[in-house]
């Protein structure tokens, strides 16, 4: 086998993993994005002196923009 191959099926090997570290850590984002959105809607996470309205209308934008970037991720493959 040439050098030339060997070195494309490594670096196909290479994408391949950065692809799954990639889908991992959007997952989690969306996982902990809705997790902080949550705890703002339900007042479990405030913060200082900023009014809980405020707070819970941050959150609500923090899981709508959530669920988009997850709807718009299945949509667009």
């Given at each position: 086998m040439s050098q030339e191959k060997i070195k494309n099926k490594k670096e196909v090997k290479k994408m391949g993993e950065n692809n799954l570290i990639g889908i991992l850590t959007w997952i989690v984002g969306i996982i902990v994005a809705l997790?902080?959105?949550?705890?703002?809607?339900?007042?479990?996470?405030?913060?200082?002196?900023?009014?809980?309205?405020?707070?819970?209308?941050a959150g609500w934008v923090v899981v709508v923009g959530a669920i988009m970037s997850l709807v718009l991720?299945?949509?667009?493959?």
């Open positions: 997790a902080v959105g949550s705890g703002m809607i339900d007042n479990t996470l405030s913060i200082p002196g900023i009014p809980e309205i405020i707070t819970a209308m991720a299945i949509f667009n493959k």
